[in-house]
């Protein structure tokens, strides 16, 4: 279980790293002749921000969970 947890926390981490950062993507608008126009969007996916939250919450509690009790 405490595998589980760690696993859990550090795939969390990522997930709210990435939803932080996001991708940025170069895209052709207008391509006539010589002439090239280019538009760059960035885009971030609050999926990955839940999912991090909630991968987060559930390893830390994994780890709670499996600490020997005396």
């Known amino acids: 279980m ?7 926390v550090v ?4 997930a709210l790293v990435y939803g932080v950062l996001g991708v940025d993507r170069q895209t052709a608008v ?3 002749g010589g002439i090239k126009a280019t538009a760059t969007e960035h885009k971030t996916t609050p999926i990955a921000t839940v999912l991090g939250i909630v ?3 559930g390893g830390a ?3 709670v969970a499996s ?3 005396a």
């Open 61 to 63: 509690a994994l780890l």
């Open 55 to 57: 991968s987060l919450v």
């Open 30 to 32: 207008i391509d006539v």
């Open 11 to 14: 795939l969390g981490i990522v």
């Open 67 to 69: 600490k020997p009790r």
């Open 2 to 8: 405490k595998q589980l947890g760690i696993l859990l």
